[in-house]
C-alpha cells in the first residue's frame, strides 16, 4: 500500500473545519488544527488516521510546523466574523479580524511552504461570500476576506507548481452563524442555510479534480436563502 497523503486543517473542532476533516477521513491522514484540544481529540477518536494538531494560528513558529516534512494538503478553515459599522469598530477589532483571517493564515502557509513543495500540493483557503461582496456591517470581516482572496491568487502565482483553491460559500450552518445571527439580531434560520458538509464536498470536488485541472475557485450559495 502507499502511504496516505498528509492533510492539516483548521478550524477542525468544529463546522466546516471539522466538516473538512472527516470528508477527508477515508483517503488522508488528517493533522486536526485548533485550539480546542478537548474538542480535536474526541474527533481524531472518531477518525480512522487523524491526530490533533492543537495550535493557536496567531502565535504559530516553526517549532509548530517541525516534524511536517511532505504536506499533500491545506485547508485554511479557521476564522472569525466580527460586524460592525464602520463608524463604531475600533483598531482592536480591525487588528483581530486581520490577524486571524489574513495574517495566520500567510504565515502558516509560509512555514508550511517547503512541505508542500515536497508534495506538490493544494492549498484551500476556504473564504466567504463577503470576500466577493462587502454589505453594510460587515466592513472588516469582507476586507480580511477581500484580503485573503489575494492572498490566494498572489501564492497560486509565486508556486505555480501548487495548487490553490478559494472557496466562497454563503451563510453555513454552524456555531459561527449562531453568532453572526445574534450581532445582526436577526433570527437563526438553518434552513436557509448551507450544511457544513456541503462545503466540505466542495473542497474535496477541489482536492479529487485530478493532476491536470486546478480548480481556483469555488462559489456556493445556499438554495433561496441569503446570498452573503
Given at each position: 500500500m502507499t502511504e496516505r497523503p498528509t492533510a492539516l486543517v483548521t478550524g477542525a473542532?468544529?463546522?466546516v473545519g471539522e466538516a473538512v476533516a472527516r470528508a477527508l477521513a477515508p483517503t488522508h491522514h488528517v493533522l486536526l488544527g485548533g485550539r480546542d484540544t478537548e474538542a480535536l481529540g474526541k474527533l481524531a477518536g472518531e477518525l480512522p488516521d487523524a491526530r490533533p494538531w492543537p495550535v493557536e494560528l496567531t502565535e504559530v513558529g516553526p517549532a509548530d510546523v517541525a516534524?511536517?516534512?511532505?504536506?499533500?494538503l491545506l485547508v485554511h478553515s479557521a476564522g472569525v466574523?466580527?460586524?460592525?459599522?464602520?463608524a463604531e469598530l475600533t483598531a482592536d477589532t480591525w487588528r483581530r479580524t486581520m490577524e486571524i483571517n489574513v495574517v495566520a493564515v500567510a504565515e502558516l502557509t509560509r512555514l508550511l511552504l517547503p512541505a508542500l513543495r515536497a508534495a506538490r500540493g493544494?492549498?484551500?483557503?476556504?473564504?466567504?461570500?463577503?470576500?466577493?461582496?462587502?454589505n453594510p456591517n460587515w466592513g472588516a470581516y469582507a476586507a480580511s476576506k477581500f484580503a485573503l482572496r489575494a492572498f490566494a491568487d498572489a501564492l497560486r502565482l509565486e508556486e505555480p507548481e501548487l495548487r490553490v483553491t478559494t472557496v466562497y460559500p454563503g451563510r453555513v450552518d454552524t456555531d459561527m452563524q449562531r453568532g453572526v445571527r445574534e450581532q445582526e439580531g436577526g433570527a437563526y434560520e438553518p434552513d436557509r442555510y448551507l450544511r457544513a458538509d456541503t462545503v466540505a464536498r466542495a473542497v474535496l470536488a477541489a482536492v479529487n479534480a485530478g493532476p491536470d485541472a486546478h480548480l481556483t475557485e469555488i462559489t456556493l450559495r445556499p438554495s433561496g436563502g441569503p446570498v452573503n
Open positions: 473542532s468544529r463546522g516534524g511536517v516534512e511532505r504536506l499533500d466574523a466580527l460586524l460592525g459599522h464602520v493544494h492549498v484551500v483557503c476556504v473564504n466567504s461570500g463577503a470576500g466577493q461582496r462587502a
